[in-house]
């Protein structure tokens, strides 16, 4: 029975080292039920180490687990049935169809009701759009296509938790729209989606919360929204005095500028300046100002924040 109704996974100094380098150092982590949320990290960081704690595909070097309320990997299989799982992309049969491959996938779940199985497939290959693919086999999918028919393999029954590493990976922009719209309707239909990712766009746009990882160790976690405003909005002045403009601001502890055509941005200082004593500044100083303000700070200023780093968006 899950004792944690509101947490469906929770981590207490989750370790684990190989030949004693950490992998994943001391995470403490709590995704709330009804969430969706967003494992977030450059290559390298611990994510997928992570997933395979919480799966119980390998054992902790040190610290505990709890999925759904229990303990993995003892409890895996209490747990596992009610998980759907995407790691590391899909293991597929490459002679066989999607569909068939979905049969094989159902028929190996002790759970699975024979008499419905023929049902469930069809729904799971037209939840993820390879209805018309079905009859193709595996290893004529596109990298995209096999994506799609993991993720169906993991809806083919309803489930508490969906664990997805890098769902888009291999997908082009329509499919990963199609697959983000996915994600807001299981959780809108009560599923908790705990999703990793690189993509920084990807947790701004599908979750409600978020963890960031970098170099093993947990850096910040919570609502999406409050993760952004952890970071500076950066200041943007359109104008077509772009050199003159970017004076002045430096002159006013504006730092990082750039500049791109007829647009000025940078950083606030610390203690900021009045802004409108700010745009006077540039007014008085004989800069045109088409357009002046504060931009919202994004995820990315965020990891930037936090990490003093870059993000490598091609993790």
Request: charged residues 25%; glycine residues 12%; contains cysteine.
């Amino acid at each position: 029975m899950d004792t944690h109704g509101e947490v469906v996974i929770e981590t207490r100094g989750l370790a684990k080292r190989y030949r004693g380098t950490p992998a994943v150092d001391g995470l403490d982590l709590r995704v709330p039920r009804g969430s969706v949320f967003g494992f977030l990290g450059p290559n390298g960081s611990g994510k997928t180490t992570t997933i395979r704690m919480l799966m119980g595909l390998i054992t902790p070097t040190a610290g505990s687990a709890r999925v759904l309320g229990l303990p993995m990997p003892g409890a895996a299989r209490s747990v596992l049935p009610r998980v759907g799982a995407l790691i590391e992309g899909p293991a597929l049969y490459g002679f066989l169809s999607g569909r068939d491959n979905l049969v094989r996938y159902d028929s190996a779940d002790p759970t699975a009701d024979p008499r419905t199985r023929q049902a469930r497939v069809g729904a799971a290959l037209d939840r993820v759009g390879l209805t018309g693919a079905a009859a193709k086999k595996a290893k004529a999918y596109s990298l995209g296509m096999k994506q799609r028919l993991g993720l169906a393999a993991a809806l083919l029954q309803p489930r508490e938790l969906l664990v997805l590493d890098e769902p888009t990976n291999g997908l082009d922009p329509q499919g990963m729209r199609e697959i983000r719209a996915l994600v807001r309707e299981l959780a809108a239909d009560g599923t908790t989606v705990f999703l990793s990712s690189h993509l920084l766009d990807e947790i701004e746009q599908v979750c409600t919360h978020a963890a960031v990882m970098a170099r093993g160790r947990l850096i910040t976690q919570g609502p999406v929204a409050e993760l952004s405003t952890g970071a500076r909005g950066r200041l943007a002045v359109g104008t077509p005095d772009p050199e003159r403009a970017a004076q002045v601001l430096a002159a006013h502890g504006v730092r990082d500028l750039s500049t791109v055509g007829e647009r000025v941005s940078g950083a606030l200082p610390e203690d900021p300046p009045d802004l409108a004593e700010l745009n006077a500044a540039l007014v008085a100083a004989g800069v045109r100002v088409r357009a002046f303000g504060l931009e919202r700070a994004s995820l990315e200023d965020a990891f930037v924040a936090l990490t003093g780093e870059g993000f490598d968006v091609a993790g």
